[in-house]
Every structure is written in structure tokens, then in C-alpha cells.
T-cell receptor, first 114, second 113 residues
């Protein structure tokens, strides 16, 4: 079956622009996660949904970052007024349920802010 | 707060040699432990995970890891590596109260012919 897909795969934005990154999780997966991976670093947690409910957004670095999953399936991560420090790969993962379940990762969206 | 330390940023090794990638974690509660592999321009793929029970966990591609609670370690091993094992390897932890993963900074395994 299809895995987690993300679009676009690459995004170049000028500083100050808004961007929207999309994640299509594996069908039937209840949990959806967003991570940020800076160059040469491990992924860092941003936010987590269970169905449409955003249960944890403690990793969002500022109020410029916003995520939603309105129908409990597709999710969008929006970054307003992008800054150079937002340049990173944004990874989406989905899982059947809780912490014991494997998180399946998408290929990521590489965001470059000029 | 939980954290994960991967002591080696790079591990060079010759093909067919054994390899160990080290991972230590800090947590005051019971944890789940994971190893993921990331090939160039690809997403993270699960190699293996420890949830409970036997401390020796076998994963895909001939990898295995041993959970050592007293040393808070979860080192990854393979008895004989292939060129195709060249990739970035990430250790991660989650606890029983939260579902998010805390990752280490990664170890780049470079296998030479």
C-alpha cells in the first residue's frame, strides 16, 4: 500500500513569505506527527495529532508555525513570515495509534528560505 | 526531560567487518527505544524497536540491538556490513506517557569496499 506522502518535496521561499506543507498519512492511521530536521541533526518534534485533535504542540518554535488536520486525515503545516532559520527538512510521520506503534515517515519537504 | 546521545557522529568500516553504533538515553521513566535508518534523499525507515521483554531485539537487514537498562544503552550491531548499509542511523526514545520520538543527532555509517 501507499506510504506517507509529502508535498512539495522542495520549496524555496523568500524571507517573509508564507508557506504551506502538506502531509498525506497512511490510510487509517490515527496519529500524525510533524518533525523538523536541520542539516546534520536528528529530527526534532514539532506537533502531534490524534485524528483531528492536536494533542501536543509543544515543539512548535514560534507562533509563526501552525498545523492543522481538520478531517483527521491530511495535515498541513503552515509557516508564516518565513525566516532563514526555518530552513530545514520537515518530516511527517503517521502511526496506527500510540507510542508503541511504529511511526512511518514520509520523504520530507526541504524548505530553503533565502 | 528525555534525551538521546549518539556518541559517534561518523563510523567508517570496511565491507564484511562487524559494526556497533552506540546509543545512550536518559529518562526517569520506562521507555520504548527505536533505531531508524535514513538513506540519501529518502525518509526514515524503522530498523527495529524495543518495547518490553527480551533485551535482544532483531531487526531488518541483519541488524540487532541490545537494551541495557542499567547502562541506559541501546547499541546497534551488525556482524558483517555491506556497501548498501551506508546511511545515517538514528536512535530514538519515547516514554509510556507521550507518543513523540526524541532523536539523537545521528551516526553516519560509511562502508568501504
Amino acid at each position: 500500500g501507499a506510504g506517507v506522502s509529502q508535498s512539495p518535496r522542495y520549496k524555496v521561499a523568500k524571507r517573509g513569505q508564507d508557506v504551506a506543507l502538506r502531509c498525506d498519512p497512511i490510510s487509517g492511521h490515527v496519529s500524525l506527527f510533524w518533525y523538523q530536521q536541520a542539516l546534520g541533526q536528528g529530527p526534532e518534534f514539532l506537533t502531534y495529532f490524534q485524528n483531528e485533535a492536536q494533542l501536543d504542540k509543544s515543539g512548535l518554535p514560534s507562533d509563526r508555525f501552525f498545523a492543522e488536520r481538520p478531517e483527521g486525515s491530511v495535515s498541513t503545516l503552515k509557516i508564516q513570515r518565513t525566516q532563514q532559520e526555518d530552513s530545514a527538512v520537515y518530516l511527517c510521520a503517521s502511526s496506527l495509534g500510540g507510542g508503541r506503534d511504529t511511526q512511518y515517515f514520509g520523504p520530507g519537504t526541504r524548505l530553503t528560505v533565502l | 526531560a528525555q534525551s538521546v546521545t549518539q556518541l559517534d557522529s561518523q563510523v567508517p568500516v570496511f565491507e564484511e567487518a562487524p559494526v556497533e553504533l552506540r546509543c545512550n538515553y536518559s529518562s526517569s521513566v520506562s521507555v520504548y527505544l527505536f533505531w531508524y535508518v535514513q538513506y540519501p534523499n529518502q525518509g526514515l525507515q524503522l530498523l527495529l524497536k524495543y518495547l518490553s521483554g527480551s533485551t535482544l531485539v532483531k531487526g531488518i537487514n541483519g541488524f540487532e540491538a541490545e537494551f541495557n537498562k542499567s547502562q541506559t544503552s541501546f547499541h546497534l550491531r551488525k556482524p558483517s556490513v555491506h556497501i548498501s548499509d551506508t546511511a545515517e542511523y538514528f536512535c530514538a526514545v519515547s516514554d509510556h506517557n507521550t507518543d513523540k520520538l526524541i532523536f539523537g543527532t545521528g551516526t553516519r555509517l560509511q562502508v568501504f569496499p
